[in-house]
């Protein structure tokens, strides 16, 4: 039986960093214009370097496994179940229908899913194919919403345009979207420049959970049948229904052995990742809804994870 030791490890930097954040914030050391300063750095210069060498590294055949269909599968009915709340019950304008939907269904597959699959499986290969679902396919079109969302244009010829144009202005996709082209020719940066990347993108973790935590001061409590209920059911979907439905898909249909069912469920019950929050502040979307149900589902997963661990046989 697995004990909590290592989930605790795994989660104990999420909270450490945001916590500092938090101190950060009520302090007032950087100043007033911190966290929108920092939120811009993480979005514009630290994440998209991670995502860069990350993609260039591994393998595009990731994608070929069975499993992956169980986490795409959980990954849909999260997501879409999300959107649907923040549209017909809370009423949100469609770009915070997308910021909706991926609280619902997106992973914190990168500083926490790897060493969770690390510890609890021994081995951080299953991660790679999450990973780049993620940045290669969930992240261009939650960001297309949000930008055709935000934006001013309202032809069909301009929005065509701006969806078309879309990789070449924002960094997250065009970093992903180099990385993929670099691992698809099987080129490699020289060994200088890719260790400026490695260092610049090791940065996009850390300031993105301080810059979380410095976004809860000065917060003021939601009332009760608002965020906290919109929250409420963001956070039920990603920590119960996603893992759920990949578990029905992975035992029931696709018949996955045991090592992979346990990685494709725990990957999907992992808790919703700090880019959400990023993306929402940089689109000036519902921050609070990203931001607390980044927060409750963390929380949530610490039971989530060390029980799926227990009784799908992890080690």
Same mark, same amino acid.
């Given at each position: 039986?697995?004990?909590?030791?290592?989930?605790?490890?795994?989660?104990?930097?999420?909270?450490?960093?945001?916590?500092?954040?938090?101190?950060?914030?009520?302090?007032?050391?950087?100043?007033? &214009?911190?966290?929108?300063?920092?939120?811009?750095?993480?979005?514009?210069?630290?994440?998209?370097?991670?995502? #860069?060498?990350?993609?260039?590294?591994?393998?595009?055949?990731? #994608?070929?496994?069975?499993?992956?269909?169980?986490?795409?599968?959980?990954?849909?009915?999260?997501?879409?179940?999300?959107?649907?709340?923040?549209?017909?019950? #809370?009423?949100?304008?469609?770009?915070?229908?997308?910021?909706?939907?991926?609280?619902?269904?997106?992973?914190?597959?990168?500083?926490?899913?790897?060493?969770?699959?690390?510890?609890?499986?021994?081995?951080?290969?299953?991660?790679?194919?999450?990973?780049?679902?993620?940045?290669?396919?969930?992240? &261009?079109?939650?960001?297309?919403?949000?930008?055709?969302?935000?934006?001013?244009?309202?032809?069909?010829?301009?929005?065509?345009?701006?969806?078309?144009?879309?990789?070449?202005?924002?960094?997250?996709?065009?970093?992903?979207?180099?990385?993929?082209?670099?691992?698809?020719?099987?080129?490699?940066?020289?060994?200088?420049?890719?260790?400026?990347?490695?260092?610049?993108?090791?940065?996009?973790?850390?300031?993105?959970?301080?810059?979380?935590?410095?976004?809860?001061?000065?917060?003021?409590?939601?009332?009760?049948?608002?965020?906290?209920?919109?929250?409420?059911?963001?956070?039920?979907?990603?920590?119960?229904?996603?893992?759920?439905?990949?578990?029905?898909?992975?035992?029931?249909?696709?018949?996955?052995?045991?090592?992979?069912?346990?990685?494709?469920?725990?990957?999907?019950?992992?808790?919703?990742?700090?880019?959400?929050?990023?993306?929402?502040?940089?689109?000036?979307?519902?921050?609070?809804?990203?931001?607390?149900?980044?927060?409750?589902?963390?929380?949530?997963?610490?039971?989530?994870?060390?029980?799926?661990?227990?009784?799908?046989?992890?080690?």
């Amino acid at each position: 039986m697995p004990t909590l030791q290592p989930l605790v490890a795994a989660f104990a930097p999420i909270w450490i960093l945001t916590a500092i954040g938090y101190l950060v914030g009520r302090t007032g050391l950087l100043g007033a &214009p911190a966290e929108q300063v920092l939120s811009r750095f993480v979005f514009h210069v630290a994440m998209p370097a991670a995502l #860069f060498t990350m993609v260039a590294r591994t393998p595009l055949g990731a #994608f070929a496994n069975s499993s992956m269909v169980a986490f795409v599968a959980g990954t849909v009915i999260a997501s879409g179940l999300g959107l649907a709340a923040g549209r017909w019950l #809370f009423g949100r304008e469609p770009a915070d229908q997308a910021i909706s939907g991926m609280a619902a269904g997106y992973v914190n597959s990168g500083n926490l899913g790897i060493p969770v699959a690390v510890q609890v499986l021994g081995d951080a290969s299953f991660v790679a194919p999450v990973l780049l679902f993620q940045v290669l396919v969930v992240t &261009p079109i939650v960001l297309s919403a949000l930008d055709a969302g935000t934006g001013t244009t309202r032809s069909a010829a301009a929005r065509v345009r701006r969806a078309v144009l879309l990789p070449l202005r924002n960094p997250i996709i065009l970093g992903a979207g180099l990385g993929a082209l670099l691992s698809a020719t099987g080129l490699h940066l020289p060994a200088v420049l890719g260790h400026s990347f490695d260092l610049l993108g090791a940065a996009a973790v850390p300031t993105a959970l301080v810059t979380l935590g410095m976004s809860l001061h000065g917060r003021r409590a939601a009332p009760v049948t608002g965020l906290t209920a919109e929250t409420g059911v963001a956070v039920a979907i990603k920590t119960v229904v996603q893992p759920l439905t990949a578990l029905a898909v992975g035992s029931l249909l696709l018949h996955l052995p045991p090592h992979q069912l346990l990685a494709v469920v725990l990957l999907s019950a992992l808790p919703t990742a700090q880019n959400v929050f990023t993306y929402a502040r940089e689109y000036n979307r519902n921050t609070a809804l990203a931001r607390e149900s980044v927060l409750g589902s963390t929380l949530l997963s610490m039971a989530t994870l060390s029980t799926i661990a227990w009784s799908l046989g992890g080690h």
